[in-house]
Every structure is written in C-alpha cells, then in structure tokens.
C-alpha cells in the first residue's frame, strides 16, 4: 500500500490545490523512515506539508508512541481515520507561545509494521483565525488514506 513515492501518490493534483492554493511541484526525499515529498503554498503564505510512507522502521504508529511520545511538547490521540489509529504531535521548540498550533505532525497506522505522516504547517490566515495544524493535518490525512485505498 506504501510503495513508490508520496510525490506520485499521496495526493491528487485537485486535492493540493484543495488544501495549498497553488502547490509547488513535490519535491521527493528519503529519510531514516522511508520515502516522503514536501509541497508548499507558492502564495508566500507560509502553508505547507510533507507527507512520508513510514515503511522502514517496521514499527508502525507504535514508533511514534515509544519514541515521539515521551518528549512531545503537544500529544494528541485523534479520532480514528476511517477505523486507522492516529495520533498528533508537535514539538515547539522556538514557537511564539508553548501551546502554539501553527504545526503539527500526524500519523496513521495502516498496519503493525507501516504508517504514514502528514508533517503540515498552517498558512499565515488560518494561523490568525486560530485553526489547529493538528485537526488540518488530520483532513490531509484523511485524503491520504482514501487515494491509498484507492490504488490497494
């Protein structure tokens, strides 16, 4: 379910631009975890996200609890996605306020050994309105998950 790349498979085009304005082309990397793809808002807003498929830890969602967990700033246990656990973090270090929701990361567990993360950063406007990096990350989430299935 989590081959390839996020760049080609995350998300549609109509699907960015839903959530970016106007998205930049993704750009791929590779990290200790897997494979991932960063977008941002070309707007100059400050909007953007990365979504990675974690498929070399072998650890699942659990890696975030046992790892993430213990030193996370802010730790959320959001609603399931579509029946996937999923869980929000953010580590604030250098935030304007401890409690500061401009970013945060989610991850869904997809099956023991694999899950995926929206790392997502609000835009400056939904920043000022007060919205939650978490609860957006977790709608990215969500349309991650269905284009996943999609292809399953």
């Known amino acids: 379910m989590l081959d390839g790349s996020p760049c080609d498979s995350a998300l549609t085009t109509q699907q960015l631009e839903t959530f970016l304005g106007e ?7 590779t990290d200790a975890l897997g494979t991932a793809c960063d977008w941002h808002s070309t707007t100059g807003s400050g909007a953007g ?22 030193k996370a700033d802010r730790w959320l246990v959001l609603d399931p996605i579509d029946g996937y656990p999923a869980i929000g973090y953010a580590n604030n270090v250098g935030a304007p306020k401890p409690d500061d929701k401009l970013a945060c990361v989610v991850v869904v567990g997809i099956s023991d050994q694999l899950a995926y993360s929206v ?28 284009n996943l299935k999609g292809r399953a």
């Open 119 to 146: 790392s997502l950063t609000l835009g400056d406007k939904a920043y000022r309105e007060g919205k939650d990096s978490c609860d957006a990350g977790r709608s990215v989430a969500a349309e991650v998950l269905k």
């Open 49 to 70: 996200f990365s979504i990675g498929y974690q498929t070399k830890s072998d650890q699942g969602i659990s890696l975030s609890f046992q790892s993430v967990k213990p």
């Open 23 to 29: 998205p930049s082309p993704g750009k791929p990397s």
